[in-house]
């Protein structure tokens, strides 16, 4: 490619410019490297001290009782949420402004017993686990009529604005559906409209023909790095065929999911260095109308890069990698499958 190039998101209509004339070494990257800073004696995550983090809404126990040790996937509702579950849904107006309750539900997962334990560092069978917990809390969320939509995420290191080191995601509950999600919600249909196809499966098919974004393509889960990548290493995984809901994924799906996310993370996680990074999983919005065009996916996020007044004025982020090198970069260097 010419060392600076704008690309169109097809899903979104958003445009980005993958901008090699920099041509960075990760070292040059605006690093803020993760810290763990935290004190494992005080940190209300860790195994023994389940009463500090709240009592639980879910987890993963063999012979344990509940709130007490002896699980490795726990749910609790966040001590600090930025939504409630008690409000109207009910808007106000004043003049020309609107405002609304912050209704909604905001939990937490902790994903391992262990203070030290970031995800990547998880075989696949303990990040089934973690997959499983976000299926479980979907499906239960889904079931309040007050809701319309979920998001997940995740927050590693402070520069992608993580408040705790122990390794959580959280899960954020609606009642409308969120800027973001609507956006690809209304461009995927609008794709659908023009061509009678899925966006996402269209890019799948194209990604498995073209190959130079491909990171992993031989199980029903599939990681890519997108075209029009907005960060460095910008990586999506997501389901071969089309499946517009996460939380209706089998078993089955979240072992090749599993496998994929953790060979992705260790890659990333190689590739630049123990980034800071977010993680975000889109799922149709509850309502149904949308699963002809919308598909799954989950997004990784790596946070090593800055924006500046260019981003801030044009809204069009400066990628000085391009999604062709992170992807041969994950394919050939990866931790997990033995590839260093
Ligand atoms: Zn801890
Ligand atoms: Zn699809
Ligand atoms: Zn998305």
Redesign the pocket.
Same mark, same amino acid.
Do not use: A, P
């Given at each position: 490619m010419v060392e600076t190039e704008l690309r169109r998101d097809p899903i979104t209509g958003r445009s980005v410019l993958i901008d090699l004339t920099a041509q960075p070494h990760p070292n040059d990257f605006l690093l803020e490297p993760v810290r763990q800073d935290d004190e494992p004696a005080a940190c209300p995550f860790c195994e023994g001290r389940e009463g500090n983090a709240g009592p639980e809404v879910l987890a993963w126990r063999e012979h344990s009782a509940a709130n007490a040790p002896g699980w490795s996937v726990r749910v609790v509702p966040n001590r600090r949420p930025m939504l409630r579950i008690e409000g109207s849904q009910a808007g106000r107006v004043d003049g020309i402004y609107e405002s609304w309750d912050g209704l909604g539900a905001h939990e937490v997962v902790i994903e391992t017993p262990v203070h030290d334990q970031p995800l990547q560092d998880l075989p696949a069978d303990r990040l089934w686990r973690v997959l499983w917990a976000w299926r479980t809390r979907l499906q239960d969320l889904k079931r309040d009529a007050r809701f319309v939509s979920a998001v997940v995420f995740k927050n590693h290191g402070r520069a992608a604005g993580a408040r705790l080191d122990h390794s959580h995601s959280q899960l954020a509950a609606y009642p409308i559906v969120p800027s973001v999600l609507h956006e690809?919600v209304r461009g995927a249909e609008a794709h659908f409209d023009r061509t009678g196809q899925c966006v996402f499966c269209a890019i799948t098919a194209q990604e498995l023909l073209d190959g130079r974004r491909m990171v992993s393509d031989t199980l029903p889960i599939i990681a890519i790095t997108p075209f029009a990548s907005r960060v460095p290493f910008e990586t999506w995984v997501m389901p071969r065929v089309h499946a517009p809901r996460f939380e209706e994924a089998s078993d089955e799906t979240l072992t090749a999911m599993s496998v994929v996310l953790g060979e992705v993370m260790a890659g990333i996680d190689w590739a630049l260095e123990r980034p800071a990074y977010n993680l975000?999983l &889109?799922t149709a919005p509850f309502g149904g109308g949308d699963d002809r065009w919308f598909h799954w &996916?989950l997004?990784v996020i790596p946070r090593v890069t800055r924006w500046s007044g260019l981003e801030w004025g044009s809204g069009i982020p400066r990628n000085p990698v391009s999604p062709e090198e992170a992807a041969r970069v994950l394919r050939s260097a990866n931790p997990r499958r033995g590839g260093l």
């Open positions: 690809k975000v &889109h &996916h997004e």
